[in-house]
């Protein structure tokens, strides 16, 4: 008897501790799954498209998800920043951050889809298409136009020491240049329109010779004049050349004839040369605020200024004003045009009617992205929204369309 009772007292106990020991082990597998997640998303129902509202709520729950997973690693706080910038072309791509999902709960009700998801968030998949967006939207082509002063000489745009200093710095970047030779023909041709961008005064003929005719996005313009200060030196050597250079820069959207960013540095330089000493002052200068590559992970690191353009142009090109002059609608089916453009097109933020004379009307949106890619997504889901579209012409913030219901 002593001995049943006790296999029984050990078999219960041996019970315990396998139960007790699961427990720890379920907690680790959610643990385990750091980025994984549910989320809720929402879409409305157009023209009973239950399947195309399903996809939206879809991609709605995912992008939530994201943003809700992505500041718990180190690396997503690292990249959440540019993440916030980026978002509204993130949305298109959040599928493919998401892997091993599935949704948990559905239903439609009241003119809307709804989903719940769970999923995995993938940092590494967030972080490739931030990269990408911003290579695609935050590089714009720039150019320089920047008087500089050297050495008592002054040295109008188009090939000075500061244009070919800054250039080599920001193509390390990945930064895209019109060439100085193309910058003084310009001068030479359009020395009228150029003296405006020089000014920062961005706008009609000006934006169309610098997008249309080299396609620059950005212009940086300002002011650098270097001045001597070897006196400061002759009590320690006779030989040292020292010079001070500073800078006035702003840089210019030339989509929007906004400034991104502006900046007033000085930094000093010493040589036995005194071109060389002027030379390192304004190298340091603009290292200083454009940034240089690291020397042990051989990646450039972004100065203040750059980071600043970067920022202001990718935020404005992901709420882009693009104005649409439409041929072809009445008053009924420019306001159906106008919902689908709002519900429909990827991309669109928001619609703004301008006016309407006839079937003739002007529309303004906010997208994200560049005019050429709206046309091209017009075009493309034209059929599938009911309208024959046919783009006449287009402009850096202008489309000109012709638009007919099916």
């Known amino acids: 008897m002593k001995q049943h009772v006790f296999w029984i007292v050990l078999l219960v106990i041996i019970s315990f501790i396998a139960c007790g020991g699961s427990k720890p082990q379920q907690k680790a597998s959610k643990a385990g799954c750091?980025?994984?997640?549910?989320?809720?998303?929402?879409?409305?129902?157009?023209?009973?498209?239950?399947?195309?509202?399903?996809?939206?709520?879809?991609?709605?729950?995912?992008?939530?998800?994201?943003?809700?997973?992505l500041g718990t690693t180190v690396e997503g706080r690292a990249i959440v920043e540019?993440?916030?910038?980026?978002?509204?072309?993130?949305?298109?791509?959040?599928?493919?951050?998401?892997?091993?999902?599935?949704?948990?709960k559905e239903g439609s009700q009241e003119g809307a889809y709804t989903v719940r998801i769970y999923g995995e968030v993938y940092p590494q998949a967030v972080n490739d298409t931030i990269e990408a967006t911003l290579k695609n939207y935050g590089r714009p082509k720039f150019m320089i136009l920047v008087r500089e002063k050297f050495?008592?000489?002054?040295?109008?745009?188009?090939?000075?020491?500061?244009?070919?200093?800054?250039?080599?710095?920001?193509?390390?970047?990945?930064?895209?240049?019109?060439?100085?030779?193309?910058?003084?023909q310009l001068i030479k041709k359009d020395r009228a329109k150029m003296m405006q961008a020089m000014q920062g005064q961005v706008g009609g003929n000006v934006q169309g010779l610098l997008l249309d005719d080299v396609g620059a996005e950005c212009i940086i313009v300002g002011d650098v004049k270097t001045s001597d200060q070897s006196a400061v030196l002759k009590q320690y050597t006779a030989n040292m050349k020292s010079k001070q250079a500073i800078l006035n820069l702003k840089a210019i959207d030339v989509y929007t004839g906004s400034i991104l960013a502006s900046t007033s540095v000085n930094m000093p330089g010493a040589h036995i040369d005194d071109e060389t000493a002027s030379k390192i002052a304004i190298q340091r200068?603009?290292?200083?605020?454009?940034?240089?590559?690291?020397?042990?992970?051989?990646?450039?690191?972004?100065?203040?200024?750059?980071?600043?353009?970067?920022r202001k142009f990718l935020l404005a090109a992901t709420h882009r004003m693009i104005t649409l002059n439409i041929v072809g609608l009445d008053y009924n089916g420019l306001t159906k045009f106008r919902d689908i453009l709002q519900n429909?097109?990827?991309?669109?933020?928001?619609?703004?009617?301008?006016?309407?004379?006839?079937?003739?009307?002007?529309?303004?949106?906010?997208?994200?992205?560049?005019?050429?890619?709206?046309?091209?997504?017009?075009?493309?889901?034209?059929?599938?929204?009911?309208f024959k579209i046919e783009i006449k012409e287009t402009y850096p913030n202008k489309i000109m369309l012709v638009v007919q219901k099916l």
């Open 285 to 310: 200068a603009l290292v200083k605020i454009l940034g240089s590559t690291d020397e042990e992970t051989g990646k450039f690191k972004s100065g203040p200024f750059m980071n600043q353009i970067t």
């Open 82 to 104: 540019d993440y916030a910038l980026v978002e509204s072309i993130v949305e298109a791509k959040s599928t493919g951050m998401v892997r091993n999902w599935k949704v948990i």
């Open 151 to 184: 050495e008592g000489k002054q040295n109008e745009p188009g090939f000075t020491v500061t244009e070919l200093t800054m250039m080599e710095i920001m193509q390390n970047a990945g930064f895209e240049f019109v060439d100085a030779a193309t910058v003084q």
């Open 344 to 386: 429909r097109i990827r991309g669109i933020q928001k619609v703004y009617v301008r006016g309407q004379a006839g079937k003739q009307s002007k529309i303004d949106v906010e997208f994200s992205g560049k005019t050429t890619d709206l046309a091209d997504e017009l075009v493309g889901k034209a059929s599938s929204i009911g």
């Open 34 to 69: 750091e980025m994984c997640g549910e989320a809720d998303g929402f879409a409305a129902i157009f023209d009973n498209d239950i399947a195309l509202a399903r996809d939206r709520a879809i991609d709605d729950a995912m992008n939530k998800l994201v943003k809700m997973k």
